[in-house]
């Protein structure tokens, strides 16, 4: 059951960038707003493998899977047990055995269980199995109206991963309001999905 609940938390970061990312916003920006795909990360092979110009709606069921699958294949390789472990003792230390009720306390807790996790990495490693495990058993969904073209999602997607590597606060940091709610995204990340809409992420989060 614990190895499920982490597998859960690790599958929904990845969807949500660890970010804060408007999963559930279905307002877009204005066109011209977002991001096109490109200046920064032009050029770069897209993780879906299709044509960027191409648009969501006009994808066969066919490509929407390819994309889906292709997507996921590029979030596992940003699971590393670092990175777990670092989840792991920002999250036990307010959920976990013996949790924290201070500032103090839960910095103490997290750096316990990180330095524990990376001591020994095997139930990170183990994890990182069920979580991709868990994501493939899902299927694909494939998006019922989204504009967005191959380009757009790259673009979020890109910066999702990127910020998903710096968004956990450090042990050192961590205090009571860290888990009062989602952490603002930052203006990078905002400009990059501002025209993805909940049902176009669908194509990167299932």
Same mark, same amino acid.
């Given at each position: 059951m614990r190895s499920t609940f982490w597998a859960c938390v690790m599958g929904l970061c990845l969807a949500c960038g660890l970010a804060g990312l408007g999963c559930g916003d279905d307002e877009p920006t204005a066109?011209?707003?977002? +991001?096109s795909g490109e200046g920064e990360g032009a050029g770069e092979a897209s993780c879906s493998g299709l044509d960027p110009s191409a648009v969501v709606d006009d994808l066969t069921p066919a490509e929407a899977e390819q994309?889906?699958?292709g997507y996921r294949?590029?979030?596992y390789d940003s699971l590393t047990v670092e990175l777990m472990c670092h989840m792991m003792g920002v999250m036990g230390a307010k959920f976990g055995d013996d949790p924290g009720t201070t500032d103090a306390e839960l910095q103490a807790r997290c750096a316990e269980r990180y330095q524990s996790c990376m001591a020994d990495p095997s139930q990170a490693e183990d994890l990182i199995e069920l979580?991709?495990?868990?994501?493939e058993a899902r299927p694909c969904v494939r998006p019922a109206q989204c504009t967005a073209t191959i380009a757009e999602l790259?673009?979020?997607f890109s910066a999702m991963l990127e910020r998903s590597g710096s968004a956990l606060?450090?042990?050192?940091?961590?205090?009571?309001a860290s888990y009062d709610g989602p952490a603002q995204a930052d203006d990078a990340l905002v400009e990059a999905c501002? +025209?993805?809409t909940a049902e176009c992420w669908q194509l990167v989060s299932t």
């Open positions: 066109p011209g707003d977002a +991001a994309a889906c699958r294949a590029c979030s979580t991709i495990a868990e994501m790259d673009a979020c606060p450090e042990c050192s940091a961590l205090t009571l501002g +025209a993805i």
